[in-house]
């Protein structure tokens, strides 16, 4: 079966950087659309970044220029570069694989990885 699993979360003072991975298996990496999303307390959970299978990317608003998603075909993984972290980024993150199979979607979500922005 599909699974994701994330890591590269922690704690980081503002104007840092962290680098996220996720680490897919169970399906065939290089067909899938890829995102990832995050989630504060109290908040909905939000786009932060996507790449499709042909390397198209979209990012939030709030993280443009901040933000670089990238994916490694070959590792099956999927990353987002985090840079000039601000408070506001603190949520947890969470890795997204969008199937598209036979006119079938299918989403699978990791379990989420902590990223904390200090002042």
Not at 20 to 40: E, H, K, P, V
Not at 71 to 91: F, G, H, I
């Amino acid at each position: 079966q599909v699974q994701l699993v994330e890591s590269g979360g922690g704690l980081v003072q503002a104007g840092g950087s962290l680098k996220l991975s996720c680490a897919a298996s169970g399906s065939i990496f290089r067909l899938n659309d890829m995102g990832w999303y995050r989630q504060a307390p109290g908040k909905q959970r939000e786009l932060v970044a996507s790449m499709t299978r042909g390397s198209s990317t979209n990012y939030a608003d709030s993280v443009k220029g901040r933000f670089t998603i990238s994916r490694d075909n070959a590792k099956n993984t999927v990353y987002l570069q985090m840079n000039s972290l601000k408070p506001e980024d603190t949520a947890v993150y969470y890795c997204n694989e969008d199937q598209l199979r036979g006119g079938v979607r299918r989403d699978y979500w990791g379990q989420g990885t902590q990223v904390t922005v200090s002042t």
